[in-house]
């Protein structure tokens, strides 16, 4: 079955950085494009950066464009998060999910999620 | 950037109440509109894209209507498993979700 599974996540100092990860299994890893949903504590969803099922395009949200880098390694098939110059309100639930197919931005199935918290 | 605005942002039901969750966009989206269900301390779960169509194996109590700014969700029969948080999301440029509706219970 599709397992999403993501890690890395823990406890960072303002203006550090920090990678997550999350490992695909049970899916066609080259055949979507995954996503990065945040969600602060007791928050609402907020959709974070995508990347094309085969790694040439990437977008990202305003609130993180030039900070977060997206990427994807089909050898391992595992989606990735840099995070540099982390900042108090990047504190979220980090989740990776899967687009219902190349380019939709429909998010069909979800990982747990990773929780970052950024604090001094 | 497109804005989603959901309605209520809260509100109280017995099991079996039909219940209705609202959404609003800032500018046309066509039928670009998915739903999303978040029971408490869960992952979120695709419900409907596309404004209407239900993903595989949601009940069918469930159901979406809409097109242009305004949209719907309706859950027939309210069931104890449906008190969740539910979202809309846009995908009509780039993507964006709602901020949500608590569905608790009465």
């Known amino acids: 079955q599709v397992q999403l599974v993501e890690s890395g996540g823990g406890v960072v100092q303002p203006g550090r950085s920090l990678r997550l990860s999350c490992a695909a299994s049970?899916?066609?890893?080259?055949?979507?494009?995954l996503h990065w949903v945040r969600q602060a504590p007791g928050k609402g969803l907020e959709w974070v950066a995508v990347?094309?099922?085969?790694?040439?395009?990437?977008y990202y949200a305003n609130s993180v464009k030039g900070r977060f880098t997206i990427s994807r390694d089909k050898s391992k098939n595992t989606l990735y998060l840099q995070m540099t110059s982390l900042r108090p309100k990047d504190t979220a639930v980090y989740y990776c999910?899967?687009?219902?197919?190349?380019?939709?931005?429909?998010?069909?199935?979800w990982g747990q999620g990773t929780l970052v918290t950024v604090s001094s | 950037d497109i804005k989603m605005t959901q309605s209520p942002s809260s509100l109280s039901a017995s099991v079996g109440d039909r219940v209705t969750i609202t959404c609003r966009a800032s500018?046309?989206?066509?039928?670009?509109l998915n739903w999303y269900q978040q029971r408490p301390g869960k992952v979120p779960k695709l419900l409907i894209y596309s404004a209407y169509i239900l993903q595989n194996e949601v009940p069918s109590r469930f159901s979406g209507s809409g097109s242009g700014t305004d949209f719907s969700l309706t859950i027939s029969s309210l069931q104890p498993e449906d008190f969740a948080t539910y979202y809309c999301?846009?995908?009509?440029?780039?993507?964006?979700f709602g901020g949500g509706t608590m569905v608790e219970i009465k």
């Open positions: 500018q046309n989206i066509f039928s670009y």
């Open positions: 049970g899916i066609t890893f080259s055949s979507y494009a």
């Open positions: 999301q846009q995908t009509y440029t780039g993507t964006s």
């Open positions: 999910a899967r687009d219902q197919g190349e380019a939709t931005n429909i998010l069909d199935f």
């Open positions: 990347i094309s099922n085969d790694g040439t395009s990437k």
